[in-house]
Nanobody, 121 residues
Framework: VVLVESGGGLVQPGGSLRLSCTASGNIFYVNGMAWYRQRPGKERESIAV???????HYDDSVKGRFTISMDNAKHTAYLQMNDLKSEDTATYYCKGLGVRTVGDDYGDDYWGEGTLVTVSS
């Protein structure tokens, strides 16, 4: 199973970006997908989680500005980021939760390699 993020880049404060993350590799089912970020000098932190059944959860630092969504058929998650601030500068990682491949009854979690978001004027 491989997860690939895209959509990072340089954006001015107040701007928007949309990150994508697609899981591939003979996948049967994805229970959920999450976005984490690691800011310079900080530990990796969870910022948004979406489940295949619908419920989402956000860290307070991004609530009201970021929106996570999942396309179950495409095994893809999106993170719409609005009103970006300099403190949002980080490497953003996608994590597939409970990913089941064909023949796998239990599932596992997988990480992407990350995409860099820089918010600067």
């Amino acid at each position: 199973v491989v997860l690939v993020e895209s959509g990072g880049g340089l954006v001015q404060p107040g701007g928007s970006l949309r990150l994508s993350c697609t899981a591939s590799g003979n996948i049967f089912y994805v229970n959920g997908m999450a976005w984490y970020r690691q800011r310079p000098g900080k530990e990796r932190e969870s910022i948004a989680v979406a489940t295949a059944s619908g419920p989402t959860h956000y860290d307070d630092s991004v609530k009201g500005r970021f929106t996570i969504s999942m396309d179950n058929a495409k095994h893809t998650a999106y993170l719409q980021m609005n009103d970006l601030k300099s403190e949002d500068t980080a490497t953003y990682y996608c994590k597939g939760l409970g990913v089941r491949t064909v023949g796998d009854d239990y599932g596992d979690d997988y990480w992407g390699e990350g995409t860099l978001v820089t918010v600067s004027s």
